[in-house]
């Protein structure tokens, strides 16, 4: 398993919690859009990209090398970035208030810029 002593501090923690419980919240959102909105192919696409943050975070935790871990991290960041997407077409096509949608996409951007800084670090550090 790859080793990183930074990895193992405050920062791997915080993108693992984070995407943990914006994950929580996607699934808690897919729920009211099936039940209450009856909104069901817009609202799969939002569970499958949102809630695969966290699992690519969790598999970038036990990655073999660097560059897994750099890879893991690329693909929770495509992923999240795609969660934004389905948020603004939801939002656009009035599926989310504006107030829904705010509160995720705050969860959702500060994701993706720990995410981005987490890249950044880990490809200086390869590259040294």
Known sequence: MFNDKWLMGVKENVIKNKSFLFAVRVVKLYQYLCEQKKEFVLAKQLLRS???????????????????????MGIAQKEINETIYWLELLKETDYLTTEQFESMNSDATEIIKLITAILKSTKANISN
């Open 50 to 72: 949102g809630t695969s943050v966290g699992a690519m975070v969790r598999e970038a935790e036990h990655a073999e090398t660097k560059n897994d871990f750099k890879h893991k």
